[in-house]
């Protein structure tokens, strides 16, 4: 298959909606010149950028009762972007990645699609060193923990990147990784609590996953 098929959907928040254009579904694929192989996605892999999931409306709801003011944020693995929209949208001072070759041109699409300023944007792993991005006082994202070699890599790089007294909220759908990811983060000095997410509909299904903060300790 070489083109995707798309949709576009507008997730309602306190203050503002949110319009995305997004996958039209997780069995899109587009990779004709191998940019997103030669990156290690496969075919399976590549359509999770450009979907919402469940984990990223908690993180976003999170972020929209969260007092953000002031503060310098990084969304990592943002896929398509959710959070980093609408802390835009507030005007707040966001940076997003992720390792998707894709992201950053959806990214910008939805951003133009908000009537948004620019949102930096740096395609990136976890692996890179020397990003550049600097460091922030809120690091946030959602649903991350793949496999078990994301434990080390992902604490890592919230660490370069964490300013003094920095919080981290990663929201984890409970993919098995999460107390180990926990334990990472503790060893690099970070304090970790975890909390479930708040049922704001009654009607529908709690969120099984768990919330996971963590306070820096230089």
């Given at each position: 298959?070489?083109?995707?098929?798309?949709?576009?959907?507008?997730?309602?928040f306190?203050?503002?909606?949110?319009h995305?254009?997004?996958?039209?579904?997780?069995?899109?694929?587009?990779?004709?010149?191998?940019v997103?192989?030669?990156?290690?996605i496969s075919?399976?892999?590549?359509?999770?950028?450009?979907?919402?999931?469940e984990?990223?409306?908690?993180l976003?709801?999170?972020?929209?009762?969260?007092?953000?003011?002031?503060?310098?944020?990084?969304?990592?693995?943002?896929?398509?972007?959710?959070?980093?929209?609408?802390?835009?949208?507030r005007?707040?001072?966001?940076?997003?990645?992720?390792?998707?070759?894709?992201?950053?041109?959806?990214?910008?699409?939805?951003?133009?699609l908000?009537?948004?300023?620019?949102?930096?944007?740096l395609?990136?792993?976890?692996?890179n060193?020397?990003?550049g991005l600097g460091?922030?006082?809120?690091?946030?994202?959602?649903d991350?923990?793949?496999?078990?070699?994301?434990?080390h890599?992902?604490?890592?790089?919230i660490?370069?990147?964490?300013?003094?007294?920095?919080?981290?909220?990663?929201?984890?759908?409970?993919?098995g990784?999460?107390?180990?990811?926990s334990?990472a983060?503790?060893?690099?000095?970070?304090?970790?609590?975890?909390t479930?997410?708040?049922?704001e509909?009654p009607a529908?299904?709690?969120?099984?996953?768990?919330?996971?903060?963590?306070?820096?300790g230089?």
């Amino acid at each position: 298959m070489s083109t995707y098929r798309i949709k576009y959907q507008t997730i309602e928040f306190t203050h503002q909606d949110i319009h995305i254009k997004t996958l039209r579904d997780r069995q899109q694929y587009a990779d004709p010149d191998g940019v997103a192989a030669a990156f290690g996605i496969s075919s399976a892999q590549w359509p999770l950028f450009g979907v919402v999931w469940e984990s990223s409306q908690v993180l976003a709801r999170i972020l929209d009762d969260k007092d953000t003011r002031g503060l310098r944020i990084l969304e990592v693995g943002c896929g398509i972007g959710l959070s980093s929209l609408l802390l835009n949208a507030r005007h707040e001072d966001i940076t997003a990645t992720d390792h998707h070759p894709m992201a950053g041109e959806f990214l910008l699409s939805n951003t133009a699609l908000n009537d948004g300023e620019v949102i930096p944007f740096l395609r990136t792993g976890w692996d890179n060193q020397h990003t550049g991005l600097g460091r922030f006082n809120l690091i946030v994202g959602s649903d991350l923990l793949y496999e078990t070699e994301h434990i080390h890599l992902l604490s890592q790089f919230i660490k370069q990147h964490a300013k003094p007294n920095c919080e981290v909220i990663i929201v984890d759908p409970g993919r098995g990784l999460h107390s180990k990811f926990s334990k990472a983060m503790t060893t690099l000095g970070f304090a970790h609590s975890q909390t479930n997410a708040p049922n704001e509909d009654p009607a529908s299904e709690p969120f099984k996953g768990k919330i996971l903060r963590y306070l820096s300790g230089e």
